[in-house]
């Protein structure tokens, strides 16, 4: 894009741009960067100038473009803070030097500094959105020519952009940047999914494309005779969109009855009303199938009406109904509210508090989540949780609006109100009616927390949150208790890598791995093990370097989860004594990364369940036998398990073959396969699969769900 070009752009919504800011950081860029080649071969500030260009798309202030312009240059070249500021003005060099910082923060594979980098990461970007809305354009960029940087570069960058970036892209409303940098980080991290995908879109596309064109025809139609003008247009679902529905459910591809989604846009909110009216009298509306998030916007400030109906022919319709500005924050975001005020352009706060959801928030609830402190690398997890989260709206008894995410409980509920109700919480009305704390909270319930004289937060309680303000303060009280059982499983941990090459822990001394690893004690070296920030493997290395490779690989091996003894390296919590006899329950098969809970029985010992296992309703009315558990870290990134998955497949020739194949390329190994009700046209085959954790397994089955031979895929649980 030439210098003249991107003037044009930015004058085109803003007369009042100071074109000669805007020539100088173009020309300063293209100097300073001179000679400096991308992967690709092309000149480094094509880059930079194409990142100004994807931020006139969204309609930014001039500040914000030169920001784009000069974002690399003090990273890149010998120029400093101090130069910018003298040649573009002190806003900008803030504005600079915030974008260079979170560069310099770019997440790293280990595992404790990248928490503490995501830290500093929302610290930055919670004191000027423009900081993280230029990063995001940076990112965007840099993703579409990702193609250029090598294999393990490509696959690192991708998942980063998958964790952290398309996360925050979403928490401030810019579902487009958010939705492109998704498809493109999948399309990097799982290519045989994503081109299985696009396959059967274009297949499905080819098939109904006349189809949507009658549809928006017959809807539109609709409302016209009723009076109502509205631009109507169908849009197809993204694959990264169709994958985690993939992973959600356990149908196929061919079942999923919303693949294309349907946007009605009319003149005024009160029209949407009307529109909906109006459609549903025309076609049937699918039961539970409707949300109104105009009357209570999503925290980001997205509004709209959805509902399903079934439509012409029978087909199930998913519509969006909104307004053309409702549209635009649905689709942009925070960048939505750049506009003039005051004779100047710039972002219109006062508009944004007027709408009552400030999208903002979502950063500044972030940093509160820090500032109750807890660990790093259990700050990642509360943080990922709260930024991809849907939401539920409940309300105080004095009728106060709380969001919170779908999923949560009265304690979640307690801490967003305020830490000390929290803190002192001991029971729960919901609607008038007392409730069991391990209710799922839903819209519209009104909720009334019953206090306790002094702050008494029992260790099992943090199974009864999922926001990361509940969870970190649960956490604080409980720090104690925890660093005698981490002590506890790092020493059995250290044990057990010691016993695969041949060694006891009584038998040698640790002190060369305190040299090695720089840990003042024994006690530091196990709690660390036990917290999963060293592994065990590292520390036999330490204690015995001349090993050999092969006796090197034993220690580092992925341990496979078992019942009895070995157990105890992978639950923990639930106020267990040391001895108790754990077996992992063969009617869910809990892995790794699932939410689980212990039934304890005498003379059975205790039995690990996932949260949504069937078989723990015969234990519905015996809370006392109950045990909250958690997976060790060594659980978590150092075993194996085997997950059970139930398939129903196409009778054919070969679809077995083509199963077996796509679980092989997933990563998953085939330990067990019986088939079951088989039948002229269809199979059903439970295959068990040795995998790292759930996680895998859903990739495992999102995998097979993209088979046009594969129907259902689910994971029993009961």
Same mark, same amino acid.
Not at 2 to 19: H, I, K
Not at 280 to 286: C, D, G, L, N, Y
């Given at each position: =894009? *030439? &210098?003249?070009?991107? $003037?044009?752009? %930015? *004058?085109? /919504? +803003?007369? $009042?741009? +100071?074109?000669?800011?805007? +020539? *100088?950081? /173009? %020309?300063y860029a293209v100097r300073m960067h001179g000679s400096q080649k991308r992967a690709s071969g092309d000149p480094y500030f094509a880059h930079p100038i194409q990142v100004a260009g994807i931020l006139t798309e969204y309609r930014l202030d001039t500040a914000s473009i030169v920001t784009a312009l000069l974002h690399d240059v003090i990273e890149d070249t010998s120029a400093g803070k101090g130069d910018i500021a003298e040649l573009f003005g002190e806003e900008i060099a803030e504005l600079v030097e915030g974008v260079t910082k979170l560069s310099r923060l770019e997440l790293q594979a280990e595992h404790v500094r990248q928490a503490e980098n995501l830290r500093k990461f929302i610290l930055a970007i919670s004191k000027d959105v423009r900081v993280l809305i230029v990063k995001l354009a940076d990112r965007l960029h840099n993703m579409r020519t990702l193609h250029f940087v090598k294999p393990a570069k490509r696959e690192r960058i991708s998942r980063e952009t998958l964790d952290v970036y398309a996360p925050l892209a979403r928490n401030i409303g810019m579902y487009k940047i958010a939705s492109e940098l998704e498809d493109l980080a999948f399309s990097h991290l799982n290519p045989t999914a994503h081109d299985a995908l696009v396959r059967r879109l274009e297949a499905l596309r080819h098939e109904h494309g006349q189809q949507v064109g009658a549809i928006e025809d017959a809807i539109r139609k609709k409302l016209a005779d009723q009076g109502l003008e509205a631009r109507v247009f169908g849009r197809e679902k993204s694959p990264y969109s169709i994958w985690r529905k993939l992973q959600r459910k356990s149908v196929g591809f061919s079942s999923l009855a919303d693949i294309y989604g349907f946007r009605v846009i009319v003149a005024s909110e009160a029209d949407c009303y009307r529109a909906l009216g109006v459609l549903? &009298?025309?076609?049937? =509306?699918?039961p539970g199938r409707f949300k109104d998030f105009i009357s209570t916007p999503k925290s980001n400030n997205y509004q709209s009406l959805h509902t399903t109906v079934v439509g012409p022919r029978g087909l199930k319709i998913e519509m969006q109904i909104r307004t053309e500005a409702m549209d635009r924050v649905a689709e942009d975001g925070v960048a939505a509210h750049w506009r003039y005020k005051d004779k100047s352009y710039g972002f219109d706060a006062d508009a944004v508090a007027a709408s009552g959801r400030d999208p903002l928030n979502n950063l500044r609830h972030l940093v509160q989540v820090m500032e109750h402190g807890g660990e790093a690398e259990d700050w990642v997890e509360h943080a990922k949780l709260e930024m991809f989260a849907d939401q539920v709206f409940v309300f105080t008894p004095m009728g106060e609006l709380i969001g919170l995410p779908r999923g949560a409980m009265p304690l979640d509920f307690a801490y967003a109100v305020h830490t000390s109700i929290g803190d002192t919480a001991v029971g729960v009305k919901i609607n008038g009616e007392p409730a069991p704390m391990r209710t799922l909270l839903s819209n519209g319930d009104v909720v009334e927390i019953i206090r306790g004289s002094k702050p008494s937060v029992p260790p099992d309680w943090r199974s009864l949150t999922v926001t990361g303000r509940a969870r970190s303060a649960i956490k604080r009280h409980i720090r104690s208790v925890e660093r005698e059982e981490f002590h506890r499983l790092g020493r059995a941990a250290v044990d057990h890598a010691l016993a695969r090459v041949g060694k006891a822990l009584d038998e040698i001394k640790l002190a060369p791995a305190l040299e090695v690893l720089s840990l003042k004690d024994e006690e530091e070296l196990f709690d660390a093990v036990g917290r999963g920030r060293i592994q065990a493997s590292k520390v036999v290395e330490a204690i015995f370097p001349a090993m050999k490779s092969s006796e090197k690989a034993a220690a580092a091996a992925r341990v496979r989860i078992a019942d009895r003894k070995p157990a105890s390296l992978f639950v923990r919590g639930g106020g267990l004594t040391p001895g108790v006899s754990l077996h992992f329950a063969p009617c869910c098969h809990p892995l790794p990364g699932d939410r689980i809970v212990g039934i304890l029985q005498s003379g059975q010992g205790l039995t690990v369940h996932t949260i949504d296992c069937e078989r723990l309703a015969e234990f519905q009315d015996r809370q006392d036998l109950w045990r909250d558990l958690q997976w060790t870290p060594q659980a978590e990134q150092e075993s194996t398990a085997s997950a059970r998955l139930r398939a129903t497949i196409i009778h054919a020739p070969g679809v077995l073959g083509q199963v077996c194949t796509v679980i092989g390329e997933a990563g998953g190994n085939i330990q067990n396969l019986t088939m079951a009700h088989r039948q002229s046209d269809f199979f059903e085959v439970v295959f068990d699969i040795e995998v790292n954790d759930a996680r895998h397994a859903t990739h495992i089955a999102a995998a097979l769900r993209t088979n046009p031979s594969v129907q259902t895929v689910e994971r029993p649980k009961g």
């Open positions: =894009m *030439r &210098q003249f070009e991107l $003037t044009e752009r %930015v *004058r085109s /919504y +803003d007369p $009042t741009a +100071d074109e000669g800011l805007l +020539d *100088r950081a /173009y %020309v549903h &009298q025309a076609w049937s =509306m699918v």
